[in-house]
């Protein structure tokens, strides 16, 4: 029996995600290259691999022994790749770089640009990952890396096989337009419990521990406008429509007709990078790490 690498590791997509579409959305194919493989791979083992259950699919017993098999396979064809990498003098490598907005606009681009000139072989690619998914995308092996947020009331998941290193503490302000009449104070939240927010929603890590925030000091922010995307967010605010949570990455995205007023109250989030500890990153995604950190030391 000849298994085929790449059906293995949409097997294990398809396990991770639930259902043929979210694997085929994180690998890069159609839904209908993804249903073709799992059934060449169904008729290769001579098992039934999946049920439907509603729109989703369930692996089967057979199909989740061979998921948990495949695991190990992915991380030994890893691993190989590592070997032959050192081989060789320079490194060649093709690495992928899961990022969230703000991630992507500020901490990227400079270490990249040290990438090019310290590690021209290496090709970097950087894929939109949901940041509370960054430890789950590392360890299915979507991407090879990825850029986290981590809450202390909202911790990111974590995972045996997924390292988490510290790039930066960023302690939160509270974000209102500069056209406000108000003096560059430091305000409490319980100052600020008759305002309109603009937050994430609760079930998100961001959403919640800033709401957890609130509930501390005695109140339930009143969400006037529920938004992910941080620019937009600062944009809202900017027009005055609600008050919002910001740091200094966060602004790099907009800061004219915003104002950041001190918090009294110490609220604050870490950013991390996420990668595999288990095999250990290859070369060029060592150096990728590497020059991430560096970047972020610098500015």
Known sequence: MDLDV?????????????SMTAAATALGYTPGAVSQQMASLERLVGVDLFVHVGRRVQLTDAGSVLAEHALRILEAERAAKVALAEVGDRITAHVRVGVFGTAAAALLPPALARMQHE??????RS?????DAATSAVAAGTVDLAFGLDYGDAPIPRSRDVA??????ERFRIAVAASRETTHRTVSLADLADEGWVLPPAATHYGLAF???CRRVGFEPRVVHEVTDTATSLAMVAADLGIAPVTDLMLALRSRQVMALPLLEHTSREIVLAYRRNP???????AVIDAIRRSVAEQ
């Open 6 to 18: 790449s059906k293995l590791r949409t097997l294990v997509e398809i396990s991770t995600r639930g």
């Open 119 to 124: 590690q021209p072989g290496v090709t970097v």
């Open 127 to 131: 894929i939109e990952v949901d940041v």
């Open 164 to 169: 988490l290193a510290g790039l930066r503490s």
């Open 211 to 213: 709401r957890m925030a």
């Open 280 to 286: 250990r990153p290859q070369p060029g995604t060592g």
